[in-house]
């Protein structure tokens, strides 16, 4: 491609980026910094191994970044190990796999449609066919975890692993339960917090960790506002963290990015400034403002509502149009979000029945309870015109 189509493309992007009100709960705006850390000869460079034990001559800054970047994700989630090496949410999550259990071994995670991750052991995945995965769900009426059902199921079926973790539940979950349960059943206990990372270290959720989890994976692009790319946390198990490590380099990936670590120590040190809980703060009073204005309009959340970044919204049960159809209307009027399955969905996830909603991005912009209240109003007018318009062109028989 010639580098003016390239300029033009990024040009374009970036306006894009501006115009829209972006509202998809899993991605968010880095800052100049992030950028320019990405954008660095860092990149040029080969790194596999560790800090002092390298494949390659000439690590010295790459062995500083790194061990930079591996004490900051400590400090911040209050942990002694970390690998920031995986270079996605779904590799972190492979490696603590493999690097923890034996081929076979049974898994305990959260159901897809249920709010549960694709590598949390969905049947498409490659993943499905190495470990066995099952699964726990949400209870219809409540909106939360059936927690009885799943303890009755980890007792019973003694998985090797418990995995709490969501990528579009919206509600907290009971972590103390969890590594209860998980102590109990001889399982060890991981947290996915890719979505909520943020949160957890704006201190405005809790950290698993306090609440006695071995491990924690999560991405670092969402609510952590870094670059793309994933970590893996160890509490204070040095035999894990070895496991783990072996389990990323070389049992998964070759040469680690290290633009992207470099990138990671950026964002881990402005997530350390004290502007960013206010930032975690703000994104949560900005749902709840959202929320509000769903209530009042009788607009039906599933899960019953929110208690971190992100809203689900069965747009088939509440305007008659599919998640797909809901997308597509928004986006056309500049608001972007996800269609999004939703628990025991009949359709398919190609076309599902809902949406996401979610504030990281939004707030980073700016936006405050009061804007986000009028972009809620704005989402209803649109389904609504949607939903009448439906009604008036159907033929009376
Ligand atoms: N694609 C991410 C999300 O939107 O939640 C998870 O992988």
Redesign the pocket.
């Given at each position: 491609m010639k580098k003016d189509k390239v300029s033009s493309l990024i040009k374009k992007e970036e306006k894009r980026q501006k115009k829209v009100i972006n509202l998809?709960?899993?991605?968010n705006y880095v800052s100049p910094a992030v950028l320019k850390a990405l954008g660095s000869v860092f990149t040029n460079k080969y790194s596999e191994g560790y800090p002092g034990s390298r494949y390659y001559s000439g690590q010295g800054n790459m062995d500083d970044a790194e061990n930079l970047t591996i004490s900051l994700a400590c400090k911040i989630f209050k942990c002694k190990y970390a690998n920031v090496q995986p270079l996605?949410?779904?590799m972190a999550n492979w490696a603590v796999y493999f690097g923890l259990l034996k081929p076979g071994d049974k898994i305990l995670a959260m159901d897809l449609s249920h709010g549960g991750?694709?590598?949390h052991g969905h049947s498409a995945t490659h993943i499905s066919k190495i470990f066995k995965f099952i699964f726990y769900i949400t209870d219809e009426k409540t909106g939360k975890i059936d927690f009885k059902k799943l303890e009755k199921t980890a007792l019973k079926e003694k998985p090797k692993m418990i995995l709490a973790g969501f990528?579009?539940y919206t509600r907290s979950l009971d972590w103390k339960k969890f590594a209860g349960l998980a102590r109990e059943a001889g399982a060890i206990s991981v947290a996915d917090i890719?979505?909520i990372a943020g949160l957890v270290a704006g201190g405005v959720l809790e950290n698993p960790f306090n609440a006695g989890f071995d491990v924690i994976t999560t991405?670092t692009h969402?609510t952590l506002r870094g670059p793309r790319g994933g970590m893996i946390l160890i509490r204070d198990n040095k035999l894990l963290a070895e496991k783990i490590n072996k389990s990323v380099f070389p049992g998964l990936q070759g040469g680690p990015h290290m633009n992207n670590i470099l990138a990671k120590a950026v964002c881990f040190e402005e997530v350390l400034s004290p502007s960013f809980k206010k930032y975690a703060r703000q994104i949560l009073k900005n749902t709840k403002a959202m929320e509000k204005v769903f209530r009042q309009n009788n607009v039906e959340m599933v899960f019953g509502g929110t208690d971190n970044h992100m809203i689900l919204i069965d747009t088939t049960k509440n305007f008659g149009i599919s998640g797909e159809e809901a997308q597509g209307i928004l986006e056309k009027s500049g608001i972007n979000v996800?269609k999004n399955v939703i628990p025991n969905d009949t359709r398919k996830p190609a076309d599902p029945s809902g949406i996401?909603i979610g504030t990281p991005a939004v707030t980073t912009r700016g936006f405050k309870e009061k804007d986000c209240e009028r972009t809620a109003r704005k989402i209803i007018t649109l389904l609504v015109s949607r939903r009448e318009a439906n009604k008036s062109t159907k033929i009376e028989l």
């Open positions: 998809i709960p899993s991605e996605s949410g779904a991750h694709l590598t990528s579009s890719s979505h991405t969402k996800n996401r």
